[in-house]
T-cell receptor, first 118, second 113 residues
Framework: AQSVTQLGSHVSVSEGALVLLRCNYSSSVPPYLFWYVQYPNQGLQLLLKYTSAATLVKGINGFEAEFKKSETSFHLTKPSAHMSDAAEYFCAVSETNAGGTSYGKLTFGQGTILTVHP | DAMVIQNPRYQVTQFGKPVTLSCSQTLNHNVMYWYQQKSSQAPKLLFHYYDKDFNNEADTPDNFQSRRPNTSFCFLDIRSPGLGDAAMYLC????????????FGPGTRLTVL
């Protein structure tokens, strides 16, 4: 089964600073990878997803992530943090079978809470 | 706007008293999912429907059931809630199975007294 590991349960940055949230995956087949954001007491919103096209994926709100097979990583970045970016971020992998077909189940990492200081 | 709606947003029930959570969607998606998210934890898939086909995760307790009477609605029934079932329950939809984007509702926070 595929899995993701998010390094750092809490990340704190200053407004305007670079945001880097780390995600490493484990998969024996090419994975489908996602980043979701969750604001307090709300559902999850998709930021971006990787589905084996371009390795650099651009998402909403200025976020992007780069798929690096050699490092089994899919880290999320944003050049300049904004106060409204404070939230919890989840990396997720879509479970696939040996043939690389996904049946839709998302397995999430433990989440990273991003705090943005003025 | 097309969306995923969950009612109620907050639900309080008593230990052992059956409770039903509701999800509806205006996206006309074929797939509907139920996730359980306990405090400070990642969401965990309970089951999903692909059209009328029900798919239960192997480790979902029998206490949890689901119904999908039509494309738009899906219900989560907890037959005898225990204290350990207190959580946020998230409904999501996708157009197809596979790696399609899943669209999440705002969730229902269940409290068990």
């Amino acid at each position: 089964a595929q899995s993701v590991t998010q390094l750092g349960s809490h990340v704190s940055v200053s407004e305007g600073a670079l945001v880097l949230l780390r995600c490493n995956y484990s998969s024996s087949v090419p994975p489908y990878l996602f980043w979701y954001v969750q604001y307090p007491n709300q559902g999850l919103q998709l930021l971006l997803k990787y589905t084996s096209a371009a390795t650099l994926v651009k998402g909403i709100n200025g976020f992007e992530a780069e798929f690096k097979k050699s490092e089994t990583s899919f880290h999320l970045t944003k050049p300049s943090a904004h106060m409204s970016d404070a939230a919890e971020y989840f990396c997720a992998v879509s479970e696939t079978n040996a043939g690389g077909t996904s049946y839709g189940k998302l397995t999430f990492g433990q989440g990273t809470i991003l705090t943005v200081h003025p | 706007d097309a969306m995923v709606i969950q009612n109620p947003r907050y639900q309080v029930t008593q230990f052992g008293k059956p409770v039903t959570l509701s999800c509806s969607q205006t996206l006309n998606h074929n797939v509907m999912y139920w996730y359980q998210q306990k405090s400070s934890q990642a969401p965990k898939l309970l089951f999903h429907y692909y059209d009328k086909d029900f798919n239960n995760e192997a480790d979902t307790p029998d206490n949890f059931q689901s119904r999908r009477p039509n494309t738009s609605f899906c219900f989560l029934d907890i037959r005898s809630p225990g204290l350990g079932d207190a959580a946020m329950y998230l409904c999501a939809t996708s157009r197809r199975q596979g790696a399609d984007t899943q669209y999440f509702g705002p969730g229902t926070r269940l409290t068990v007294l």
